[in-house]
């Protein structure tokens, strides 16, 4: 429920910037998805904000993060539309810190920035729109029916006299709160499902958004760590005397993960660093390598594990099953690779700590430093700035309790810079996994048992055994199957792993969706077909399945192409993906994707297809080339040149298909992620005939 808020409004205006009269806004925050419920922490109960000046600016004070997503857009969309806002006159500033205002974790994972506010913002923007309303009949004589809002003005319908919101709001804030508003019918929207240009485009174009990397203070230290390439090693010794002979390096000192060098620029910082000599105790993963982690996790695999889902008697029908299929597949550790590495910059003093970083967490930011210098929480102060992509890595802020730690170590303010080796060297993986797969068919060809092993890290707390997103895509399959059992399998090797792009469905929806080809053709089956029948109790995903069958003309690609499919449901949206590819003398074409997607009540379609695109572009690198390998404890992976991307000759065409929809919004920056691989690799099987059970593609003979 919104609320007109006159508690902490000077603080709030202060930290904002907003101009001083006017009226202020305030939503409760919803309760937080399943990701955010992991943490340990209350639920929130507290207040985020919206100021409309006397100006007529309107200060969105926006309690996520932009990382490329669009929130600072679409969110305002909301806001704007049920407010009725002048577009122009729009202002975001990213909140600050404080659980009191903005809930114990603020910040952006799981697609969740629309989702969560889909309603709050909506409803605060129609409360505002009402109290201007009745601040304009009350200044007019007149009821408040005889008035209506437009772009950021009051008229009244019978004199079409008009007084601009800023003239109203201070009238307005001292009115009771409205009870009841109604919100806008979506055929009224004017912002709502329309592609309203970016508002962070043009100072991005022209070089004047600030990301982490552009912070500049006065008197600053400029920092690189050497860190042991062994995953848990540790400094043994060192020696900094060259390091320090480097022109402009000021200062050598140890810290928690390493060695810090700190300099009078980062070039400097990194040319000492390599000067530095240093003996590492690699510890108990020195000898770790890619394929004894894939055999652990295959060995565990074997047994049962924690039960994720049984329904019916799996065993039992695959005894009695007319056919039995089984498989082995498995994926390997990805780094998240944004374009701007990790860094941070850190000023502290006896009684403070500021904070300037790209990161999706803000909560997490302020408690890492907060920790790092015994301050308390509340004078730690924390500047969200743009992100060069995030991808979910900038949701672990181990990089921000190091940049804290090199400030202290250097007495000034000191940004702390990863480089591109360091970011993919010392990254927090999506996790490896092997997944067991066995299945049962009638005399029909249709399933009647699935049953899967999955084994992998865990990497977002376990519950029961279980860690729902090492196993997620799995056991939240909709297909129709009467006797379906799941269960998990931890496996700890060492390697440090975190949430990527999508989760645990960008693994898990390969193994499925091709698991599902593998019956479909063993039945003899059309790939789309199969699917349909075992949807007919999940509305959503057979209406893209067909949607994107009728587009991508399934069935029907061109001579010397073939097409492969899969689908998902993730992030509360649902997703279709048909891949159109060639295969000659083995070598690997991606011509088109086609996708479909039902995300409930598009705010933004343009950022809506931009979101479907990347997350297509991204996904289709993992399958083709992306893998982090392991040898003697380290990581193989050093920069693009060994951990490459998708490059503009080899992208495809993409169509994107938005079904039109009244459900609530899902989510989107995540949507098309894990569909991607299993529509290219069910393609390969239609073209070669050859089953594609782990990834990358690259150096896979596909002859």
Not at 298 to 316: E, M, N, Y
Not at 347 to 359: G, L, M, P, R
Request: hydrophobic share 40%; aromatic share 8%; proline share 6%.
């Amino acid at each position: 429920m919104s609320t007109v808020v006159s508690v902490n409004r000077r603080g709030f205006l202060k930290a904002t910037g907003a101009t001083a009269a006017g009226l202020l806004l305030g939503f409760t925050l919803p309760e937080r998805n399943k990701l955010a419920a992991q943490f340990p922490v209350p639920a929130p109960k507290t207040k985020a904000y919206i100021h409309i000046g006397t100006d007529d600016r309107v200060t969105f004070i926006l309690p996520k993060a932009e990382m490329g997503q669009g929130p600072v857009t679409s969110l305002s969309q909301l806001l704007a539309d049920e407010l009725d806002a002048d577009w122009n006159k729009i202002r975001v500033e990213f909140a600050p810190v404080d659980p009191a205002l903005y809930g114990p974790v603020q910040g952006v994972v799981g697609s969740m920035s629309v989702r969560t506010l889909w309603e709050p913002l909506r409803q605060s923007g129609a409360m505002g729109r009402d109290m201007l309303r009745e601040a304009a009949a009350q200044k007019w004589g007149v009821p408040k029916t005889q008035t209506r809002t437009e772009n950021g003005f009051v008229v009244n319908t019978s004199t079409n006299a008009r007084l601009s919101y800023g003239s109203l709001a201070e009238a307005a804030s001292r009115l009771p709160d409205p009870q009841n508003v109604a919100l806008k019918d979506p055929k009224d929207f004017r912002y709502i499902g329309k592609p309203v240009k970016r508002l962070d485009t043009r100072a991005k174009s022209a070089g004047q958004t600030q990301f982490g990397i552009d912070t500049r203070l006065p008197d600053m230290a400029y920092a690189v760590i050497a860190r042991c390439p062994v995953f848990g090693g540790k400094v043994a010794s060192f020696d900094g005397s060259k390091a320090m002979a480097v022109p402009g390096v000021k200062k050598v000192a140890q810290v928690p993960t390493g060695v810090a060098v700190i300099a009078d620029s980062t070039w400097a910082a990194m040319q000492g660093r390599r000067a530095l000599e240093i003996k590492w105790d690699e510890g108990k993963n020195a000898n770790l390598n890619s394929a004894g982690i894939r055999q652990m996790m295959s060995d565990l695999a074997d047994h049962p594990g924690a039960v994720s889902r049984k329904s019916g008697d799996a065993d039992q029908a695959l005894k009695g099953a007319a056919k039995k299929i089984e498989a082995v597949y498995d994926a390997p550790y990805l780094s998240h690779a944004p374009m701007e590495p990790m860094n941070c910059t850190v000023k502290v003093t006896s009684n403070s700590c500021e904070i300037w970083a790209s990161t999706q967490m803000q909560t997490f930011t302020r408690d890492a430093a907060a920790k790092a210098t015994g301050l308390n929480p509340e004078q730690v102060t924390v500047h969200t700035m743009y992100m060069g992509g995030g991808f979910g890595r900038r949701a672990n802020v181990d990089y921000v309790g190091e940049a804290v730690e090199v400030a202290r170590a250097a007495g000034v303010p000191v940004k702390l810079t990863w480089s591109r080796e360091d970011d993919m060297q010392h990254d927090s993986y999506r996790p490896a996994s092997v997944v067991k797969f066995a299945a049962g068919l009638d005399a029909d060809g249709w399933p009647v048992a699935l049953h899967a092993r999955i084994s992998c890290p865990s990497f977002a707390g376990m519950r029961n055994g279980v860690d729902f997103a090492a196993v997620e895509g799995i056991p939240d399959l909709e297909y129709e199957i009467p006797n379906f059992y799941a269960d998990y399998r931890v496996a700890e090797p060492g390697i440090p792993t975190f949430f990527w792009r999508a989760v645990g469905y960008t693994q898990n929806t390969f193994f499925a969706e091709s698991f599902l080809d593998e019956l479909a053709a063993s039945s003899g089956k059309d790939p789309v077909e199969f699917r349909r029948k075992l949807l007919a109790k999940s509305p959503r995903l057979l209406n893209v399945l067909n949607l994107v069958a009728e587009k991508a003309n399934w069935g029907k690609a061109p001579a010397g192409r073939y097409q492969g499919v899969a689908i998902v449901n993730n992030i509360g949206s649902y997703t279709a993906q048909v891949a159109e590819i060639s295969v000659n003398q083995g070598k690997l074409k991606v011509h088109k994707v086609v996708c479909a997607v039902d995300c409930g009540h598009v705010v933004n379609p343009a950022i809506l297809t931009q979101q479907i695109q990347s997350g297509i572009v991204y996904g289709l690198s993992a399958t083709l080339k992306g893998a982090i390998t392991i040898d003697h404890g380290r990581v193989q992976q050093g920069n693009f040149n060994t951990y490459d991307l998708v490059r503009m000759d080899e992208m495809p065409l993409i169509e994107v298909h938005i079904v039109s929809s009244a459900e609530k919004p899902g989510g989107i920056g995540e949507a098309s992620v894990p569909p991607i691989a299993p529509a290219v690799t069910n393609a390969i099987f239609a073209a070669t005939g050859k089953r594609i059970r782990k990834l990358p593609l690259r150096n896979q003979d596909l002859a």
